[in-house]
């Protein structure tokens, strides 16, 4: 029978997308791992493939569609065999499992009965949700009476496939269409929240307020809405707490001066922000029950330190992660973190490249900010808000009035995560590692 392809979840907090391009066309022969289209997620553009063969049927979703909900039917795919006649047009989908093949003599009875027209075209969970099998392995699993639910895929992100079944003992027949039909409503009732107006004020009540003044509306796109529901849980669910120092940066700048010249030859120009990645990456060596994240009933810490770097986008914002930063060289660290940056920039990030992580650092020296606090990125455990360096008097080691070039930074903390001694034992590391930048290299 035609499989629906469906909108998949590209990312983990993926729940909408658009369908930017497809890359096949109705009537092109696919295999698995083939690619059918481009989808734009919350964070990226990414390409979708095929995971199994056969035939595009239908095409249910044309390209440029936003707002495309998560597992819901975008194409059909047809297996050798099949036509587009075997799709039901009325609906969009691929026709049921009962009226794409013949019923047996013994089930004549069952098929013609009103809830075999409305049972589902793939099995589904208790729960509502779909499970992913092949119509071959659906076939086998009604002939031997499997209950899919209890059957543990082995092909493609976890799809039921032949061999799966095909061994299995048989079992519990599936829910009967009725039991189906009963969870259906309450499944279709959960629909997800729209994004919210401030706290305490409904979108009716924002537009009245400001009903006679000229004003545009922006349309939220995937990240905005990603942006919003994660810095509102993190500000409503994480205990933060705020940690400053200034730092003095002349030893580090004259440095980094001395390493730039010797690097010309080979094309490599350290930033600051390069040392200041690799400063944190050496505290949490230094400080390792500080390298840890929250993990809802329990404390995950680390053993790498893999820190993520907050970049700038049109319309939002990255964090990509380097990955085991302590074990890196400044030059090669400065060359990841510019690649990271360029692909963010182009959305061009795959979900490995920015998930995950115990630490976040946010620069925003560049744009001439003193000091800000910076919100958490749940699950990781601090975040180091960076602000320009200045050059300041200060009051020199032997008493003497001097100028020195003083940066400013905030650590804040999850407090569930770390405690405030500990927090500053963090910073404090951070601040030897910057003013004695030598030791970055020992």
Not at 240 to 265: C, T, V
Request: net charge negative; glycine share 8%.
């Amino acid at each position: 029978m035609p499989t629906e392809i469906l909108m998949p979840a590209l990312s983990p907090t993926m729940e909408e997308g658009t369908l930017a391009k497809w890359l096949v066309k109705e009537g092109d022969t696919v295999s698995a791992g083939d690619l059918l289209a481009e989808i734009e997620t919350d964070k990226a553009t990414m390409e979708f493939e095929a995971v199994d063969e056969g035939t595009i049927g239908k095409i249910l979703v044309p390209e440029g569609t936003e707002n495309v909900k998560v597992n819901s039917p975008i194409a059909v795919l047809l297996e050798e065999g099949e036509s587009a006649d075997d799709i039901d047009s009325d609906a969009g989908q691929a026709k049921p499992a009962q009226e794409a093949a013949p019923a047996k003599d013994e089930d004549t009875a069952t098929a013609k009965a009103p809830e075999a027209a409305s049972a589902p075209p793939a099995p589904k969970t208790a729960d509502g949700g779909r499970i992913f099998a092949s119509p071959l392995a659906r076939r086998i699993a009604a002939d031997k009476g499997l209950d899919l639910g209890q059957i543990e895929g082995s092909g493609p992100r976890g799809r039921i496939v032949k061999a799966d079944v095909a061994s299995a003992a048989p079992g519990a027949r599936p829910a009967q269409a009725s039991a189906g039909a009963e969870a259906a409503p309450a499944a279709s009732g959960a629909a997800p929240a729209p994004a919210s107006a401030p706290a305490g004020l409904g979108t009716e009540a924002v537009l009245k307020m400001y009903e006679g003044r000229d004003y545009e509306e922006v349309k939220l796109d995937g990240m905005r809405k990603t942006i919003a529901a994660r810095l509102t849980e993190a500000k409503q669910t994480i205990p933060h707490f705020y940690l400053r120092r200034d730092i003095q940066l002349d030893a580090l700048l004259k440095f980094r001066g001395e390493l730039n010249k010797q690097l010309e030859g080979r094309g490599v120009k350290l930033s600051v922000n390069d040392f200041i990645i690799k400063a944190c990456a050496l505290a949490l060596q230094a400080v390792p029950t500080a390298n840890a994240v929250w993990a809802g009933d329990r404390v995950l810490q680390l053993k790498p330190s893999d820190v993520a770097v907050a970049v700038a986008i049109e319309g939002g914002l990255f964090t990509p992660v380097l990955k085991d930063a302590e074990a890196k060289s400044l030059s090669t660290l400065s060359a990841e973190m510019k690649d990271l940056a360029a692909r963010a920039r182009d959305r061009k990030l795959a979900p490995h490249e920015y998930q995950g992580g115990t630490f976040a650092v946010s620069n925003l020296g560049m744009y001439g900010i003193d000091n800000f606090d910076a919100v958490i990125n749940p699950p990781h455990g601090a975040i180091l808000a960076v602000g320009a360096g200045v050059k300041k008097p200060i009051v020199g080691k032997d008493g003497e009035l001097t100028s020195a070039t003083i940066m400013s930074v905030t650590l804040s903390v999850d407090h569930r995560v770390i405690d405030g001694a500990l927090g500053a034992e963090l910073l404090q590391q951070i601040v030897e590692n910057l003013e004695n930048p030598m030791l970055m290299l020992a």
